[in-house]
């Protein structure tokens, strides 16, 4: 699909006027820093301490989400150097990142769009982006939070650089009942997801994360073990439970989900089974069993 989109003359016109706007955002210079650090072999946490102190309010926002429930400490991280030893230089660069996207797009958009419900919406899809694959013991260094955080920017640059063009696809979707990503494929000539992973790109956001944006409509992992169909699936359930805002005016059926096709064969083999020992992987029941993980998800999701 992705080859498809970008040997399309529509697609390579939006890239183009893309390329041209000259205010589009840039990730901070301390997000920049942190990255090309934390691919160095030799550097050590001491350094990548000393680069996000040099900007407190990211230091603090870090903290702040590293005490958060779904880390799961059972001590209060009261310094960014025990975040740094405690969580790993993986998990830092995933949060500095994450929490940089937040700071370039927190301020920005008008009274049309409540921005407050879009990030809820991004955050509490994160929170379960980091369960899902905590249940189902899968590791990413933090890359699922960042990319359950980030999934949705394509809709924030779509909303401020392309207005008109992304209104009329949400009215579109509004209109006919329609997924917001098949109206903007139909109206502007991609989605929100591919023009979020071009912009991850554009940032310089490792590859993993650059796919799993660009793909979280449409999981490519064939076994359900990649960060796509974690935020896929993780991205419906807020969804479909109301946490925040998405501006997709369609919830999904989570059983069409690729992310719950997908990561459905995990669970006859996991610990999510029901009585008598028979696999129960029903929709309904899932997200029953997920309320206490949900309801956090939200909480988390809502706090300023």
């Known amino acids: 699909m992705n080859q498809a989109l970008e040997t399309d003359p529509r697609v390579a016109s939006i890239v183009k006027r893309l390329e041209g706007i000259k205010s589009l955002p840039t990730l901070p210079s301390v997000a920049l820093e942190v990255m090309a650090l934390a691919r160095n072999p030799k550097t050590n946490m001491k350094q990548i301490e000393e680069v996000v102190l040099s900007d407190p309010a990211l230091a603090t926002k870090i903290l702040k989400v590293a005490n958060s429930p779904f880390y799961g400490m059972r001590q209060e991280i009261s310094s960014l150097r025990l975040a740094c030893v405690v969580l790993g230089m993986s998990q830092i660069r995933s949060l500095v990142i994450g929490v940089s996207v937040l700071k370039i797009f927190g301020g920005k958009a008008d009274k049309r769009m409540n921005l407050k419900a879009f990030w809820e919406h991004c955050a509490g899809t994160a929170v379960l982006c980091k369960m899902l694959a905590r249940k189902f013991g899968l590791n990413f260094g933090g890359e699922e939070y960042v990319v359950g955080l980030t999934h949705d920017i394509g809709k924030l640059t779509l909303y401020q650089y392309m207005h008109d063009e992304f209104s009329n696809a949400l009215a579109e979707a509004i209109e006919k009942n329609k997924a ?125």
């Open 180 to 304: 917001l990503e098949a109206a903007e494929r139909r109206v502007i000539g991609a989605d929100h997801a591919f023009v979020g992973g071009w912009l991850a790109k554009k940032w310089g956001l490792p590859q993993s994360l650059v796919e799993a944006i660009r793909n979280h409509h449409a999981p490519v992992d064939a076994v359900g073990a990649g960060i796509s169909t974690i935020v896929n699936l993780a991205d419906g359930m807020a969804r479909v439970r109301g946490i925040g805002d998405s501006m997709n005016p369609v919830a999904p059926d989570i059983a069409s989900l690729k992310g719950w096709r997908a990561l459905s064969g995990r669970m006859r083999t996991a610990q999510l089974r029901g009585q008598g020992g028979e696999p129960n992987v029903d929709p309904e029941s899932f997200l029953k069993q997920l309320s206490p993980e949900i309801a956090s998800a939200r909480n988390f999701a809502q706090v300023p």
